[in-house]
Nanobody, 112 residues
Framework: QLQASGGGLVQPGGSLRLSCAAS????????MGWYCQAPGKQRELVTS???????NYADSVKGRFTISRDNAKNTVYLQMNSLEPEDTAVYYC????????WGQGTLVTVSS
């Protein structure tokens, strides 16, 4: 299972930190990361990180978002800085080993 937390309401230019803790059958070698889904849009990949620390970012968040993971805790983090209204979405963490496992979404709202 994946348990996500950390969403909320923030003003433009603000920061949030999302967490996603894996437990149960989630392999510690899984690629983990985050998708987001804005209202009326398809779910899209935001960022991912391998167990070895290799990262991948969508162009729209490069330089603003940072993904990291604590392998001992099997937890992935997403530090979101310089947030923009366009970042408003439900953020879903995932873990990919043989199949993809989804966590529940956490809502991020960027608004003044």
């Amino acid at each position: 299972q994946l348990q996500a937390s950390g969403g909320g309401l923030v003003q433009p230019g603000g920061s949030l930190r999302l967490s996603c803790a894996a437990s149960g059958s989630i392999a510690r070698g899984s690629v983990m990361g985050w998708y987001c889904q804005a209202p009326g849009k398809q779910r899209e990949l935001v960022t991912s990180i391998s167990s070895g620390g290799a990262t991948n970012y969508a162009d729209s968040v490069k330089g603003r978002f940072t993904i990291s993971r604590d392998n001992a805790k099997n937890t992935v983090y997403l530090q979101m800085n310089s947030l923009e209204p366009e970042d408003t979405a439900v953020y879903y963490c995932f873990a990919l080993w043989v199949t993809k496992t989804w966590g529940q979404g956490t809502l991020v709202t960027v608004s003044s």
